[in-house]
């Protein structure tokens, strides 16, 4: 049962992170980040990280979602304009896309030959402590990154829409 919840859920993950990119409006590339980010927290759910997942639903698919959406529409962006070169990249790119994944899963397979099966369930390090302990010590630094990047990213669209408004 696991084993197909899991393949479920990593295929809603996989087509509503392709529809991201698809998506010719922002906030319909946004709520489809979020059904990726719900995705990943049922699989966080699946390899017995309960704590991981519901911080996943709180703060991503939560607060960075509406962070998103704020901005998209402080931005005031359009759907974007279809142009006939799109359409030829894109019969291009597809091909160079699957021989793209085959390369690189072929390299991760030769790179991990003999790596353990995942026992769904059995991951203990998802608590609060063993993620506050990660968080504020081995990985302090680039925790603090990601908050300036994000504010730099908040301050830059605000810069962006005052221009267009003026």
Same mark, same amino acid.
């Given at each position: 049962?696991?084993?197909?919840?899991?393949? =479920?859920?990593?295929?809603?993950?996989?087509?509503?992170?392709?529809?991201? /990119?698809?998506?010719?409006? %922002?906030?319909?590339?946004?709520?489809? @980040? /979020?059904?990726?980010?719900?995705?990943?927290?049922? =699989?966080?759910?699946? =390899?017995?990280?309960?704590?991981?997942?519901?911080?996943?639903?709180? /703060?991503?698919?939560?607060?960075?979602?509406? =962070?998103?959406?704020?901005?998209?529409? @402080?931005?005031?962006?359009?759907?974007?304009?279809?142009?006939?070169?799109?359409?030829?990249?894109?019969?291009?790119?597809? %091909?160079?896309?699957?021989?793209?994944?085959?390369?690189?899963?072929?390299?991760?397979?030769?790179?991990?030959?003999?790596?353990?099966?995942?026992?769904?369930?059995?991951?203990?390090?998802?608590? %609060?402590?063993?993620?506050?302990?990660?968080?504020?010590?081995?990985?302090?630094? %680039?925790?603090?990154?990601?908050? /300036? @990047?994000?504010?730099?990213?908040?301050?830059?669209?605000?810069?962006?829409?005052?221009?267009?408004?003026?």
């Amino acid at each position: 049962m696991d084993a197909i919840l899991f393949f =479920l859920f990593a295929a809603i993950a996989v087509v509503s992170a392709i529809n991201v /990119v698809v998506q010719r409006h %922002p906030i319909s590339s946004a709520l489809s @980040l /979020v059904g990726v980010m719900g995705s990943l927290a049922v =699989l966080y759910l699946l =390899l017995g990280a309960e704590f991981i997942a519901a911080a996943q639903m709180i /703060v991503y698919a939560g607060a960075i979602m509406v =962070l998103f959406v704020f901005v998209i529409m @402080l931005l005031n962006t359009g759907a974007e304009q279809s142009s006939r070169k799109g359409k030829v990249l894109t019969i291009v790119a597809m %091909p160079l896309l699957v021989i793209f994944l085959g390369v690189v899963s072929y390299i991760i397979q030769r790179g991990f030959p003999d790596s353990p099966l995942v026992k769904f369930g059995e991951f203990t390090g998802g608590g %609060p402590k063993d993620v506050g302990m990660a968080l504020f010590t081995r990985y302090l630094l %680039p925790f603090e990154v990601t908050s /300036v @990047l994000i504010l730099i990213a908040i301050i830059g669209a605000v810069v962006l829409a005052r221009k267009e408004m003026e």
